[in-house]
């Protein structure tokens, strides 16, 4: 096995060019073979010493590899590195001045290089830059707040590298300024044991009032991976204290995957898991929250965004002071957003497992699993968007299932789905298209409606399957096509099943449905102020059992 080990012996003199090798760390911090051998031939390998005069550097030191064995004080002092140098540091560490680069390249594993006294200037070759050459232990006890800032300072459109297992404290917001790749290696980042008024553990902002500030991209291409933020469970000044996870605001094209935030404290009002805001082009990617103080993950005012396999457990605060807290999941002044593959619980307390509200243009949610046993808690709520498209959820809880507000020109649409709630659809109002189709509600209470619709131009219930406490209110619309049903076990409700009231109906079509066990007729149709509805509906093909009354076909 050759021997790649460099020393100071005597190196053949070769012509170099800093194109001649290209610097590579391996994931152990060993060189690639390749390049040690360049080295050894290269003819320009300088190990540095102990006294070295960085003020007079000898002419022939540029496009030079210069080996960092020593500690170097630069006494507050700016050196300048001649063109296309590559420190290569075997121990060597500077501290107490300026560092002018010129195209400088730096090989290092991850151990400490640079004091924090040490400003680095000029343009620099270097892709991968660790926290710990800045002083960062990763411990689990030292405060690395300090390094791993300065380590994101020296990044120039590259990465920035966590040691994989390892657990950095920090007792300050990690602060993001610019375009860069985290790769976090599926390290901790772990808020220091304490008590704090407001902070997040990694932010692309620095203003305290976040929501009130006018939009504008600041950072363009911003990637964080494979992290975890323990928020430690700290204490907190007051009731109104905010503490997120990761909060980025003012991005385009952001890349989140692989991100998980734990042990917030249940007792704050304020803060989130996972915050985005007036972003663009966003991809979020296996994200999981355990419980926040308000949302586990706010989308807030961005465009484009795209959320998949996401876990979320549990919102929980005192006291309900807004109706959206305590939401795992938040859209508002949202363009586009989809989300796909994502279980959210919350049992904890709340009002809504999930809540689609502000002024979203399109909402697409499929591959949902979204739960609660909390008797306050809602389902799935909507307010506002202009479409919303949901196929595949599974949805159970205590108290509505979906519910939507009073909001014009709206398009929803439920397919392929499970509803289990005391009450599997509210009330819908006021849109333009309701269309619901092989979709399973089942209500728990006995005594509340399955569904009450209204105000809507076109309503459609086909394939589904209502069981339950079921009572279908259909009045002020259009058009009505309910058609290949089955409603089943009405539980001594006195209502009828679904009742038209067709004030403004002009076509309605009724077939082929089944009633199982009621004790009511499944249909009721009202006339219009004394007018029949004459024609408008066709009713056709549907058998009913009334249980010991009998059977009503139509």
């Known amino acids: 096995m050759t021997d790649n080990t460099i020393n100071a012996g005597q190196f053949p003199t070769v012509a170099f060019k800093p194109t001649d090798f290209l610097i590579k760390t391996l994931s152990d911090g060993t060189l690639e073979k390749n390049t040690i051998e360049e080295f050894l031939n290269s003819g320009n390998?300088?190990?540095?010493?102990?006294?070295?005069?960085?003020?007079?550097?000898?002419?022939?030191?540029d496009n030079s590899i210069w080996e960092i064995r020593y500690m170097h004080n630069l006494g507050g002092n700016t050196i300048n590195l001649p063109e296309n140098v590559t420190l290569y540091f075997r121990g060597g560490v500077f501290s107490n001045g300026n560092i002018n680069g010129q195209n400088t390249s730096i090989n290092s594993t991850n151990t400490k290089i640079?004091?924090?006294?040490?400003?680095?200037?000029?343009?620099?070759?270097?892709?991968?830059?660790?926290?710990?050459?800045?002083?960062?232990l990763g411990n689990g006890d030292y405060?690395?707040?300090?390094?791993?800032?300065k380590s994101i300072t020296f990044v120039n459109n590259g990465k920035l590298v966590f040691t994989k297992s390892k657990t950095y404290i920090v007792s300050e917001s990690i602060k993001l300024n610019k375009s860069i790749f985290i790769e976090g290696n599926n390290s901790i980042i772990k808020l220091k044991t304490g008590t704090y008024d407001s902070i997040s553990l990694m932010i692309t902002t620095f203003e305290d009032f976040i929501f009130d500030n006018p939009r504008l991209i600041t950072i363009d291409n911003l990637k964080i991976q494979n992290l975890i933020f323990d928020v430690n469970n700290v204490s907190l000044t007051g009731v109104n204290s905010g503490i997120n996870g990761l909060f980025v605001r003012d991005c385009k094209n952001l890349s989140i995957s692989g991100v998980k935030v734990v042990n917030m404290?249940?007792?704050?009002?304020?803060?989130?898991?996972?915050?985005?805001?007036?972003?663009?082009?966003?991809?979020?990617n296996d994200i999981g929250v355990e419980s926040s103080g308000r949302q586990n993950l706010l989308i807030w005012e961005s465009l484009n965004v795209n959320v998949s396999n996401v876990f979320l457990n549990g919102s929980?605060?005192?006291?309900?002071?807004?109706?959206?807290?305590?939401?795992?999941i938040v859209y508002q002044?949202?363009?586009?957003?989809?989300?796909?593959?994502?279980?959210?619980?919350?049992?904890?307390?709340?009002?809504?497992?999930?809540?689609?509200?502000?002024?979203?243009?399109e909402v697409n949610i499929s591959n949902i699993n979204l739960k609660s046993n909390n008797i306050d808690t809602n389902g799935l709520n909507i307010f506002s968007p202009t479409k919303v498209n949901i196929s595949n959820m599974i949805l159970e809880c205590k108290n509505a299932g979906v519910f939507?507000?009073?909001d014009d020109d709206k398009f929803l649409?439920?397919?392929?789905?499970?509803?289990k709630a005391d009450n599997p659809i509210e009330t819908i109002t006021d849109m333009k298209l309701l269309k619901v189709s092989n979709t399973t509600m089942i209500s728990t209470n006995d005594s509340i409606s399955i569904a009450n619709v209204q105000f809507i131009d076109d309503v459609t219930f086909n394939d589904c399957i209502f069981d339950g406490g079921l009572e279908i209110k259909f009045f002020q619309f259009l058009n009505l096509s309910f058609n290949n049903n089955i409603v089943k076990n009405n539980k001594g409700l006195t209502y009828s099943m679904l009742a038209i009231q067709p004030s403004s109906l002009s076509k309605g079509v009724v077939s082929n449905n089944l009633g199982v066990n009621l004790t009511s007729p499944l249909f009721r149709i009202d006339v219009d102020n004394g007018v029949s509805l004459g024609n408008r509906v066709n009713v056709t093909g549907s058998i009913v059992s009334l249980g010991e009354s009998g059977f009503n076909n139509y």
């Open 413 to 419: 649409s439920i397919t392929n789905s499970y509803i």
């Open 333 to 361: 002044e949202t363009k586009k957003v989809n989300i796909n593959n994502a279980t959210l619980v919350n049992d904890l307390g709340g009002v809504h497992i999930m809540r689609v509200s502000g002024f979203a243009k």
């Open 316 to 328: 929980y605060s005192r006291d309900c002071i807004l109706v959206s807290t305590n939401t795992p």
């Open 143 to 149: 405060d690395d707040i300090d390094a791993i800032n």
């Open 45 to 61: 390998y300088k190990i540095i010493p102990v006294d070295f005069d960085f003020s007079n550097i000898p002419p022939n030191y």
């Open 265 to 284: 404290p249940l007792d704050v009002q304020q803060g989130y898991g996972v915050a985005v805001c007036y972003c663009d082009f966003v991809e979020i």
């Open 114 to 136: 640079f004091n924090l006294d040490i400003n680095t200037l000029g343009t620099w070759n270097v892709y991968e830059v660790f926290p710990e050459w800045f002083g960062a």
């Open 404 to 406: 939507t507000g009073n």
